[in-house]
Each structure stands twice: as structure tokens, then as C-alpha cells.
């Protein structure tokens, strides 16, 4: 059976009850959010709701307060109401997805218009909730977000960190590189560069040191993270 929204919560963030309320309590650091709500009194009982529950939370009046923000990349996920001045929702969310790609969005809006919501569910968003949305609704909507942008911004990190170790490499070491990975022999590597059998053992071994993998299969799965593909593959 799926996990509901819920356990994510429980076994992946964690949660503590006060009374009524809900806590959510990250344990890899407190799940940080960004609100976007051009109504003043909105914005603040938002902002208060998900305070009560453990989050930190920074308000903002509109999108381009926030893409202006020097932290603007650091928030777990942002809430943004659909319907803005300036900058709507849905350009929020194509700027998001060109400048910070391992951002999450959930959508609040008081017009549950289904075809704005699809396209925004299409682009990426987490959710699309109508308002006045249910606290613990909202709270598992964030939290699946949360996890979410955790996950893609680890991925992004190694994968900068692996495009540097790359720009690292030779013009050839590059080529063996790309060969040595789809599962060719030393020796077919060599006669397909035109060259021997022992000078590609001595790039491989620089390949696997300036890359920092311990085995053949290691450097493989950096190959796949780095979407490297030969016409042998």
C-alpha cells in the first residue's frame, strides 16, 4: 500500500502533536518556506499557521520580492498564491524552474480554475489548493515539497561538483572516458582512438583519480549523472 501523505510526514520529516495543532519537525533542519500572498492579513495567518507548526517561514508580497532575495535558493518550498500583482504564479514558477531547478511550489488560489491548475501540475507544482485550505493539508502538501527539494538540490550539487572533477579532463581523456564507460575492453578503447592498449590503462587511471571513483562501476554511475552516451552505447 502507497504511504498516504501523512506517514511522509511521520517517517520522513517527523511530527509532534500540541493539542490541535500539527507540528512539523524536519529532522535534517527545520523545513524552510517561503510565502508569496499580496493580501497583507492572508499572508500573516498563513505565515503564523505554518510558524505553529514548526517551519521557518519568510513572507513576501509579491514574486519579485522573492527572486530578488539573496537567499531566494536556499527555501525548501515555496507557497505562492496563483493570482499576484506583477509577476503571476505561474510565471513565478517558470522563472523558478529556469533559475532554481530543484525549487517546489504549491499553488494556493480562491478560483480552483481546473485548467490553470492542471498546467501548473504540468510544469512541476507540488499541489494546487483551493482556499480556505485545510491546515494539515497544506502542512503534507509542504512536506512532500520539502523532500522534494532536498532531493533534486543534493542531485544538483553532485552533479556540479561532478561537471568540475569533469572540466578537469583531457581532450582524450575525455574520449576514453565516454568509451570506457559503455562497457568497452582497454584494447577496443584503444584501436577505436587509433591508439595502444597500455597508454589507455595510463588515461583510465587518470580518469578514475581526477574523478574520484574508487571502481569502473562508480565511474559509470557518474557517467549516467553526467548523461555522458557514445554511439557504442
Known amino acids: 500500500m502507497a504511504p498516504t501523505a501523512k506517514n511522509l510526514i511521520e517517517s520522513r520529516i517527523g511530527t509532534q502533536r500540541d493539542g490541535p495543532h500539527v507540528k512539523i519537525v524536519a529532522t535534517s533542519g527545520r523545513i524552510r518556506v517561503a510565502i508569496i500572498e499580496d493580501e497583507r492579513s492572508v499572508r500573516q495567518a498563513l505565515a503564523f499557521q505554518l510558524d505553529t507548526a514548526g517551519l521557518e517561514v519568510v513572507p513576501y508580497a509579491c514574486a519579485e520580492e522573492l527572486l530578488e532575495a539573496k537567499d531566494a535558493q536556499k527555501f525548501d518550498c515555496v507557497v505562492a498564491d496563483i493570482y499576484l500583482p506583477g509577476m503571476n504564479g505561474l510565471q513565478l514558477q517558470e522563472e523558478l524552474n529556469r533559475t532554481v531547478p530543484y525549487a517546489s511550489i504549491v499553488f494556493l488560489t480562491g478560483h480552483g480554475e481546473l485548467s490553470i491548475g492542471m498546467h501548473a501540475m504540468r510544469k512541476g507544482a507540488v499541489d494546487f489548493l483551493e482556499k480556505p485550505v485545510d491546515d494539515q493539508v497544506l502542512l503534507d ?45 582497454n584494447k ?24 574520484g571513483a574508487g571502481s569502473l562501476a ?13 554511439a557504442h552505447k
Do not use: P, Y
Not at 523532500?147 to 561532478?162: M, P
Not at 577505436?192 to 581526477?210: D, F, P, Q, V, Y
Open 141 to 185: 502538501s509542504i512536506a512532500r515539497g520539502a523532500e522534494l527539494s532536498r532531493n533534486r538540490r543534493a542531485e544538483h550539487a553532485k552533479r556540479t561538483e561532478l561537471e568540475e572533477r569533469q572540466d578537469s579532463l583531457t581532450s582524450r581523456e575525455r574520449e576514453t572516458f565516454t568509451l570506457i564507460t559503455t562497457g568497452l575492453l
Open 188 to 211: 577496443q578503447v584503444g584501436a577505436e582512438l587509433g591508439t595502444t592498449e597500455r597508454t589507455i590503462k595510463a588515461h583510465r587511471a587518470r580518469i578514475m583519480n581526477k574523478m
Open 218 to 230: 562508480e565511474l559509470v554511475q557518474m557517467a549516467e549523472i553526467l548523461q555522458i552516451h557514445s
